[in-house]
């Protein structure tokens, strides 16, 4: 297979079958890669616009239940001060969120199945909808019940983000203990689905033993689910988890993880076209002046600032080196917009942004 052949199919739209999509991952050498990012920026302009969706991030609980071997905030790790943001709190994030004018807020947290969970998390979407903005919200909470998931939807929520890391069940139960089933992952991607959400996964790029054919299969999975939003970023080790003790960075791994991760946007783009794909803070951490520029740059459409408590950063740590732990909103606010001005793209403001794939296939069933 010729690359430049396959990746002018994948810009017209053509069907790439799994060896296609490795071959683009696999860019032989610079000029090759600039060449896939630039065919994804061309479909990802021309489908979505110069124009990048803002969601007001707020991670308002690291309070969780499961032991995941690569992730700060798991049950057994005593080192982190466990907290639950106030309804107060919360609501003072989304309007914060709302008057920024980001159109739409991220609710993220450890993952909780518990009835007064369920019943706090209801509540929040409840109140957040009687605020005076039009806020999409979107919920990042872990595996539920499809009663549960209903509830949320019912109560406000409009999108639901439930990363599966990686479509590899090998490389998924090395990564997770023994009672996180693969199975219940993608079911719970299912129910999601059922319950009316827009509905989004991701995975990490440059897990041990990952390769190339795992992540152009990660791809295919995406595309066979029919997903709507995309959340992926780098395995940055975060050195209070097994993971971190076992596979510390060595010099150079995180740049080539981050370049990986840029391949990952780029050929999703190409494959699934008009889904939302975030460029995550997890480009940042490692490329803190231009990753998630460079995100965007390669077919991302999608950032979620912190407009959380700053008190509560540091305790809200998956990995190493997040940004913008000490940070203001505000300022996080003003230079995202600078920096989305340099790269000729245009916040969106005061605009849900859902993805156009959801109403495509809500449309074509």
């Known amino acids: 297979m010729d690359f430049y052949a396959v990746l002018h199919s994948a810009e017209a739209g053509e069907f790439l079958s799994v060896p296609e999509i490795?071959?683009?991952?696999?860019?032989?050498?610079?000029?090759?890669?600039?060449?896939?990012f630039e065919a994804a920026y061309r479909v990802k302009s021309r489908i979505c616009g110069k124009i990048v969706n803002l969601r007001g991030l707020i991670e308002f609980s690291n309070i969780c239940t499961r032991n995941c071997f690569y992730c700060g905030i798991r049950k057994s790790n005593h080192k982190v001060s466990r907290y639950t943001m106030s309804m107060e709190e919360i609501l003072h994030s989304a309007a914060l969120a709302g008057e920024f004018g980001y159109g739409s807020v991220v609710l993220q947290s450890g993952e909780r199945s518990d009835p007064a969970f369920v019943d706090f998390v209801e509540e929040i979407l409840c109140r957040i909808s009687q605020l005076p903005y039009e806020l999409g919200i979107t919920l990042s909470c872990g595996e539920e019940s499809l009663e549960t998931y209903r509830r949320w939807k019912k109560a406000g929520a409009r999108r639901y983000l439930l990363r599966i890391e990686s479509a590899s069940e090998k490389i998924f139960k090395a990564i997770h203990p023994a009672d996180a089933l693969y199975s219940e992952r993608r079911a719970a991607l299912e129910r999601i689905k059922t319950a009316g959400f827009q509905t989004g996964s991701g995975v990490m790029i440059g897990l041990p033993g990952q390769t190339v054919a795992d992540l152009a299969a990660d791809i295919d999975f995406f595309r066979s689910m029919d997903l709507d939003m995309i959340g992926m970023g780098p395995f940055i080790p975060q050195e209070d988890t097994p993971m971190g003790e076992k596979f510390p960075d060595q010099p150079g791994m995180p740049e080539k993880r981050l370049e990986l991760s840029l391949r990952m946007i780029a050929v999703t783009r190409l494959v699934l076209r008009d889904v939302n794909i975030a460029a995550t803070t997890a480009l940042q951490a490692i490329d803190p002046e231009n990753g998630r520029e460079r995100g965007i740059l390669a077919g991302a459409n999608v950032i979620m600032p912190n407009v959380g408590d700053i008190a509560h950063r540091k305790d809200y740590q998956l990995y190493n080196g997040k940004p913008s732990l000490?940070?203001?909103?505000e300022d996080i606010r003003n230079k995202l917009i600078a920096s989305l001005e340099r790269i000729g793209e245009t916040a969106r403001f005061n605009a849900s942004g859902d993805p156009l794939h959801f109403f495509n296939r809500v449309q074509n069933k």
């Open 22 to 36: 490795a071959l683009l991952l696999d860019a032989p050498d610079a000029a090759s890669e600039n060449a896939l």
């Open 326 to 329: 000490d940070e203001n909103s």
